[in-house]
């Protein structure tokens, strides 16, 4: 029906391998979901797991179709970069609303942060980087 039962047996079975890494590597991350503690940890491990899970299915796809068409099949390239795109800008949303929401009910600051700076310690850093380039004025 879906010309499946075409595909030659070792394009069947690189296909199957790579559809089979990429949903173990999701569901790792998915575990990742669900075991880490607090949410900047936990958004670690799923973005991880979607982006190279997503990758090994969208190479697996893209064999599959090449070989069963005859032709490259390309579109899963479009697919990739809008993932490769999407998940890292999506990841820093998310990781800024949280650090505004905890901000604002005045809770901890996520672990292994560092801390905070005031202006004359930023001053300091900036004048400290303009003496490594040479470029502070005395």
Not at 26 to 54: D, K, M, N, Q, V
Request: a positive charge; proline letters at 7%; aromatic letters at 6%.
């Amino acid at each position: 029906m879906n010309g499946a039962s075409t595909l030659p047996t070792w394009a069947a079975l690189l296909v199957a391998a790579l559809v089979v890494a990429g949903a173990l590597i999701t569901l790792i991350g998915s575990f990742g979901l669900l075991r880490l503690r607090s949410f900047y940890e936990r958004a670690h491990a799923p973005t991880l797991g979607a982006t190279l899970g997503t990758g090994f299915i969208l190479v697996g796809s893209m064999i599959c179709f090449t070989v069963l068409k005859g032709r490259p099949s390309v579109h899963e390239i479009l697919i990739a970069i809008f993932v490769t795109l999407t998940t890292p800008v999506t990841l820093m949303m998310l990781a800024r609303a949280t650090l505004y929401r905890d901000k604002l009910e005045g809770g901890a600051p996520p672990p292994n942060s560092p801390p905070p700076t005031t202006i004359a310690s930023s001053r300091a850093g900036q004048n400290h980087a303009d003496d490594i380039a040479g470029t502070r004025e005395i």
